[in-house]
């Protein structure tokens, strides 16, 4: 009898916290002018198998087809005149002195993941995992990319990134890059405190899977709880596409 009291309560639970996500609101998200693209570290130690963190990455990423829907949104911004804006990630030899850490942060510290020469200095960065992801390269080394300068841990606190949005009078951020529960996770809700509407794309992105682990699904349900809309890459495009139709 305890035994089936206990099934019957976490079904009941269960139903309960299934119909309240399903009933939670979607505010969505209106595309316009002051609307920009945010990508998230589009480099080589996260997205390619030669990347230092592929082992526990390389499943997500190629079940959501991370690398193609990131290209696809720095496409989208090009077209349709979104702002592109990139967050990275670097580790100097200086940052490797740092007295505690995270355990992620310990854990890209040890594997040498994002790590640069120098701050002034481009020495060995070429095609090493710091470097951009080299289908991305003709997408952000331009005229009109914004590279702000990198986060050290996994949010934009300690970067320009809002203050180069505000300079051009941006206030919608979409968000996409790597990775979901952590770095694109900590744009959004840094973002969001900072008095943006942001948007997710889910499929943009990928997280590491580990054991009694799984970051990309954790992200999905933070996103859902505190973005204004969590789109596809698909349905942005179909939205962009809507929103040049509107103005014509």
């Given at each position: 009898?305890?035994?089936?009291?206990?099934?019957?309560?976490?079904?009941?639970?269960?139903?309960?916290?299934?119909?309240?996500?399903?009933?939670?609101?979607?505010?969505?998200?209106k595309i316009d002018d002051k609307t920009a693209i945010l990508i998230t570290d589009p480099q080589i130690d996260f997205l390619s198998p030669k990347g230092v963190t592929w082992k526990v990455v390389g499943k997500?990423?190629?079940?959501?087809n991370t690398v193609a829907n990131i290209e696809t949104l720095f496409q989208i911004g090009i077209q349709h005149n979104l702002?592109?804006?990139?967050?990275?990630?670097?580790?100097?030899?200086?940052?490797?002195?740092?007295?505690?850490?995270?355990?992620?942060?310990?854990?890209?510290?040890?594997?040498?993941?994002?790590?640069?020469?120098?701050?002034?200095?481009?020495?060995?960065?070429?095609?090493?995992?710091?470097?951009?992801?080299?289908?991305?390269?003709?997408?952000?080394?331009?005229?009109?990319?914004?590279?702000?300068?990198?986060?050290?841990?996994?949010?934009?606190?300690?970067?320009?990134?809002?203050?180069?949005?505000?300079?051009?009078?941006?206030?919608?951020?979409?968000?996409?890059?790597?990775?979901?529960?952590?770095?694109?996770?900590?744009?959004?809700?840094?973002?969001?405190?900072?008095?943006?509407?942001?948007?997710?794309?889910?499929?943009?992105?990928?997280?590491?899977?580990?054991?009694?682990?799984?970051?990309?699904?954790?992200?999905?349900?933070?996103?859902?709880?505190?973005?204004?809309?969590?789109?596809?890459?698909?349905?942005?495009?179909?939205?962009?596409?809507?929103?040049?139709?509107?103005?014509?």
């Open positions: 009898m305890k035994i089936l009291n206990k099934i019957s309560t976490f079904i009941f639970v269960l139903l309960a916290t299934t119909t309240a996500f399903a009933q939670l609101p979607d505010p969505g998200f997500s990423v190629t079940e959501n702002p592109i804006f990139v967050s990275p990630h670097y580790y100097y030899p200086t940052d490797h002195q740092w007295k505690f850490e995270g355990a992620l942060e310990a854990l890209m510290h040890k594997i040498g993941m994002f790590d640069r020469k120098g701050a002034l200095t481009t020495e060995n960065f070429v095609n090493s995992g710091a470097d951009w992801l080299p289908r991305y390269k003709k997408y952000i080394q331009n005229k009109t990319t914004v590279i702000s300068n990198p986060h050290k841990v996994f949010g934009p606190e300690t970067n320009d990134l809002a203050l180069q949005l505000r300079k051009r009078g941006i206030n919608k951020v979409i968000i996409a890059g790597m990775s979901a529960n952590l770095c694109v996770e900590s744009h959004m809700r840094e973002l969001v405190e900072q008095g943006f509407e942001v948007a997710v794309v889910k499929d943009a992105t990928a997280a590491a899977v580990l054991p009694g682990l799984d970051g990309y699904k954790a992200a999905l349900t933070n996103f859902r709880m505190i973005a204004s809309h969590v789109f596809t890459t698909q349905e942005l495009k179909k939205a962009v596409k809507q929103k040049n139709k509107t103005e014509k």
